[in-house]
T-cell receptor, first 114, second 112 residues
């Protein structure tokens, strides 16, 4: 158990819908990272938040957005869902934004778009 | 951009040694990581190299050559539970932060 929690574990929804994935980092960690993992793309970095502020963006679509709240939990919002958005979505946390190299991954949310 | 290459699949025998290679091309290099991921589970951190050389941690060792853009993960005394995907990831500095890029992973199958 990494100490990172993600809800829900599984999500099935239809194309065109909007969903919110939630992540709570390990106690004391200020950084949250979001990743998408699909069979054909591997693990793709989406976005990084540190202490409530966006720090870096990766291959995140405009239909996707994220935020980190004052209690440090984070939410990833996916809208206008397409079949290709079906994937495992992981969040990971680390203590700082730069000096900590080890990330602790949550168990993931499996999103299925039908 | 960044490019990371690692073999798609490897097989090895229980008790043996296996080396998983990773080559990368990146600007702003700030460290290379190895993660282990069992099917359907989260990746777990194995090792980190930022300077050239070998880092040893129990049955696992990781090597880095920055000039060659090359790393390997060495697994000794293989056990059946080592069957998993091994992800090579490179961290690069970008605008005051760091962007991690993962390779597609090497699926290791350990057989008796």
């Amino acid at each position: 158990d990494s100490g990172v929690t993600q809800t829900p574990k599984h999500l099935i929804t239809a194309t065109g819908q909007r969903v919110t994935l939630r992540c709570s980092p390990r106690s004391g960690d200020l950084s949250v990272y979001w990743y998408q993992q699909s069979l054909d793309q591997g693990l793709q970095f989406l976005i990084h938040y540190y202490n409530g502020e966006e720090r870096a963006k990766g291959n995140i679509l405009e239909r996707f957005s994220a935020q980190q709240f004052p209690d440090l939990h984070s939410e990833l919002n996916l809208s206008s869902l397409e079949l290709g958005d079906s994937a495992l979505y992981f969040c990971a946390s680390s203590p700082t934004a730069t000096s900590s190299y080890e990330q602790y991954f949550g168990p993931g949310t499996r999103l299925t778009v039908t | 951009g960044q490019n990371i290459d690692q073999p798609t699949e490897m097989t090895a025998t229980e008790g043996a040694i296996v080396q998983i290679n990773c080559t990368y091309q990146t600007s702003g290099f700030n460290g290379l990581f190895w993660y282990q991921q069992h099917a359907g589970e989260a990746p777990t951190f194995l090792s980190y190299n930022v300077l050239d050389g070998l880092e040893e941690k129990g049955r696992f060792s990781s090597f880095l050559s920055r000039s060659k853009g090359y790393s390997y993960l060495l697994l000794k005394e293989l056990q059946m539970k080592d069957s998993a995907s091994y992800l090579c990831a490179v961290r690069a500095a970008s605008g005051g932060s760091y962007i991690p890029t993962f390779g597609r992973g090497t699926s290791l199958i350990v057989h008796p």
